[in-house]
């Protein structure tokens, strides 16, 4: 089974279109995030979730919204998609009533904006 | 402020050579500390986690890492390379649910 998952795997799109990414995790954590790494491999936290409230929004164009129906999926939708946004965007998920938890990540979604 | 510093970005070994990626953080508070890996067009996954229990932590395929707080450092380290080792590398700290990367380390292990 797998715990944390991604979809689409890839996405090729054109520059002004608005596309979703969704994941889902079967864990029963109550956090969830969304990061974006770029071409560097740096990865910058985007946004977190805890029991469907967001909790962190770092600094992200509100072309970006997130959206979590339930605990168990947090979906990425980006308007008027630019070149820049071209990146591999991961979700993770952790159990924040844990003390020392770590997180769980998906297998990612590669984003191609041309 | 809490941030992670890894001080490689690159590292390069000999198959059977040990393996020494570095990494400090600076943090306020007693942190969890974290190694992830990350194959090429894989996902990350954790290799092992220090959570203030012995300082010296064995994580997954030989992988183990030593918490020094009097130097901030979460060294990971292994005796032996392998070819299947070369990845990205990130050490991660967690203060209060808030996870901090850093800018990874890349090893590249030689026949």
């Known amino acids: 089974d797998t715990a944390v998952s991604q979809t689409p795997k890839y996405l090729v799109t054109q520059m002004g279109n608005d596309k979703s990414i969704k994941c889902e995790q079967n864990?029963?954590?109550?956090?969830m995030y969304w990061y974006k790494q770029d071409s560097k491999k740096f990865l910058k936290i985007m946004f977190s979730y805890n029991n469907k409230e967001l909790i962190i929004n770092e600094t992200v164009p509100n072309r970006f919204s997130p959206k979590s129906p339930d605990k168990a999926h947090l979906n990425l939708h980006i308007n008027s998609l630019e070149l820049g946004d071209s990146a591999v965007y991961f979700c993770a998920s952790s159990q924040t009533s844990l003390s020392y938890n770590e997180q769980f990540f998906g297998p990612g979604t590669r984003l191609t904006v041309l | 402020a809490q941030s992670v510093t890894q001080l490689d970005s690159h590292v390069s070994v000999s198959e059977g050579t040990p393996v020494l990626l570095r990494c400090n953080y600076s943090s306020s508070y007693s942190p969890s500390l974290f190694w992830y890996v990350q194959h090429p067009n894989k996902g990350l996954q954790l290799l092992l986690k220090y959570t203030s229990a012995a300082t010296l932590v064995k994580g997954i395929n030989g992988f183990e890492a030593e918490f020094k707080k009097s130097e901030t450092s979460f060294h990971l380290t292994k005796p032996s390379a392998h070819m299947s080792d070369a990845a990205e590398y990130f050490c991660v700290v967690n203060n209060f649910n808030k996870f901090y990367f850093g800018s990874g380390t890349k090893l590249n292990v030689k026949p």
């Open positions: 864990l029963g954590h109550d956090t």
